[in-house]
């Protein structure tokens, strides 16, 4: 079965099953993955820091609350804490922009957030398919730690 994360959401999965989503452009989508328990996790991240909006509700939105949420939600189903390792792809800068301003930059700035987030949760980043100027759509399969990246008119590959 394919479970599915929509937009500024997140879900858990257990092998055989597979868990995808659609249409990442500057948003990130963040595997947490068990290897032993084939136990994974994603997160599709929209903005990379819930401390800049006062209406944060949603933690799946935000890289730096999202991912702190992911890694609660698999261990609670049974993946070993100290196991866990990441993928990552998206932050797509998908729009040209004459300006060097930061807010124009959500891709970049989400990736950044996201590493910063695993590197402080102490999780390994071992792949990742991130910048440039498409969208994907990605599917993580956690019996074998596959990361299938799709994106229109370019070839399909895995990380």
């Known amino acids: ?23 990442l452009g ?8 068990d290897k032993q328990t084939k136990i994974c996790g994603m ?5 990379p820091d819930s401390t800049a909006i006062s ?7 935000f890289a ?11 261990v609670a189903i049974g ?8 993928k990552i792809a998206g932050g797509a800068q998908m729009f040209k922009v004459s300006t060097a301003s930061p807010s124009l930059r959500v891709g970049e700035r989400n990736v950044e957030a996201a590493k910063k ?11 990742e398919d991130t910048g440039d100027s498409y ?3 990605v599917i993580f399969y956690p019996e074998t730690g596959v990361y299938r990246i799709r994106a229109i008119g370019r070839e399909e590959f895995e990380i």
């Open 79 to 86: 993946a070993g804490r100290a196991r866990l390792v990441a």
């Open 1 to 23: 079965m394919e479970i599915k994360v929509g937009m500024a959401d997140m879900n858990v999965c257990t092998a055989p099953d597979s868990i995808i989503t659609l249409g």
């Open 135 to 137: 969208g994907r759509t």
């Open 55 to 61: 209406q944060n509700s949603n933690t799946a939105k």
């Open 64 to 74: 730096d609350t999202g991912i702190e949420e992911l890694v609660k939600k698999v």
């Open 117 to 127: 987030k695993l590197a402080e949760l102490k999780i390994p980043l071992i792949a």
């Open 43 to 47: 997160v599709h991240v929209m903005l």
């Open 26 to 33: 500057s948003c990130v989508g963040v595997v947490v993955w």
